[in-house]
């Protein structure tokens, strides 16, 4: 929102760390492909690569339903017994079941990431026959997860049609076409719990900065965590918390769609950190992903499939620090490029207190 100074800022580990404004767009206007509305979002994409979604509206509703169902799912899966939550493992890099600490966590080298998750992949709720763990498997959970997808799915393909038309794209150019239903791709719904740092230990926090890999992504969560580095007008700015509202959605700008409109539209780089660490956080991120075969140039300048740069970047994700570290460097940042540190001054990471001894 070419805005270089926060209006807004909120204590955080003992400092003030800016808030963040962002576009709200009123998907209901966006429904009927309003040309203001559509003019708003495409100047979003083009100069934030983020901004939340207005869901309060008759159709819009539907969704924020289906999200408090979805929790309650959420809320019995994640009390399940590992063994149980685990039963297929991580089946492929969309799809299965991820243990806390898989992954390089909110502070970089030397941190884990401090979440579990599970991911229900798109095709395989199309086809009938989602492999998800037992605790989740009835048929009123599978049909659950179906209406979210499906809700989800609306949504990003109702944004996805605004930005082809703001960018005047016609027939087979429309993002639309390279997004379609029946054709393999690795979209798919996350869901996602953060514990707080006494139960995961101090060096397994948060999420670590990247920008998603997927074309769109429709982010929900009500607690406070998520950050983002706004690209600013001159350079990167620094991280700061994005706040989040009652009935909307964040909705990130990926890598892929930053690819297929020409490098035009920003990826958000974002992260999240506890913002209180004693929280039980949770999110559920719903990744639109272009058909596996669809052809980009990357951001190394690569001819790159959709599915090749999913894979790498997951890989890249998951790999420990030293490996990601010789990765191509835009990868983790789909080619973004920033000016500073994230935080002005070292972060201290939320350490448990020490357990006192009994007097
Ligand atoms: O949990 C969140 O709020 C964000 C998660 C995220 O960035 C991701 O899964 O790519
Ligand atoms: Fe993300």
């Given at each position: 929102?070419?805005?270089t ?15 963040w ?64 939550k ?10 299965g ?66 930005l082809?038309t ?31 740092a006494?139960?995961t ?92 075969d ?50 002005p ?15």
């Open positions: 929102m070419a805005q100074k926060p209006e807004k800022t909120v204590e955080w580990q003992g400092r003030q760390v800016p808030v404004p962002m576009r709200t767009i009123n998907y209901d206007l966006l429904l009927s492909q309003d040309p203001e509305e559509v003019d708003k979002v495409l100047k979003a994409c083009l100069e934030d690569g983020y901004f939340q979604l207005n869901l309060d509206s008759i159709d819009g509703r539907r969704m924020l339903e289906d999200r408090e169902q979805l929790l309650k799912l959420m809320n019995r899966f994640f009390d399940a017994p590992l063994e149980k685990n039963e297929y493992g991580l089946i492929d890099s969309h799809l079941y991820e243990p806390v600490g898989n992954r390089t966590g909110a502070f970089g080298a030397g941190s884990k990431d401090g979440y579990e998750m599970l991911k229900v992949s798109r095709d395989e709720i199309q086809q009938g026959s989602p492999r998800v763990p037992s605790p989740i498997k009835n048929s009123g959970d599978l049909h659950q997860l179906e209406q979210v997808i499906g809700s989800c799915n609306t949504i990003t393909k109702v944004i996805l049609a605004a082809s703001g960018l005047g794209l016609a027939g087979k150019d429309r993002f639309e076409n390279s997004h379609r239903n029946d054709r393999p791709s690795a979209t798919t719904l996350s869901m996602m719990h953060y514990l707080p006494e139960v230990g101090q060096h397994k926090v948060g999420h670590q900065k990247h920008t998603d890999i997927s074309s769109l992504t429709l982010l929900f969560s009500d607690q406070w965590g998520l950050q983002v580095r706004p690209p600013g007008e001159c350079g990167a700015l620094e991280m700061g918390f994005v706040e989040p509202k009652k009935n909307c959605a964040f909705v990130h700008v990926g890598d892929s769609l930053r690819f297929a409109s020409g490098m035009k539209f920003q990826s958000c780089i974002h992260r999240v950190v506890p913002f209180d660490p004693t929280e039980h956080r949770y999110s559920i991120a719903y990744f639109l992903r272009a058909e596996d669809t052809m980009f140039m990357d951001s190394e300048g690569r001819y790159v499939t959709a599915k090749d740069w999913h894979d790498q970047k997951f890989k890249a994700f998951t790999d420990p620090w030293f490996y990601q570290a010789q990765a191509p460097k835009t990868m983790i940042l789909g080619g973004m490029i920033e000016a500073g540190a994230d935080d001054e070292p972060v201290a990471a939320y350490a448990p207190p020490p357990v006192q001894a009994p007097a």
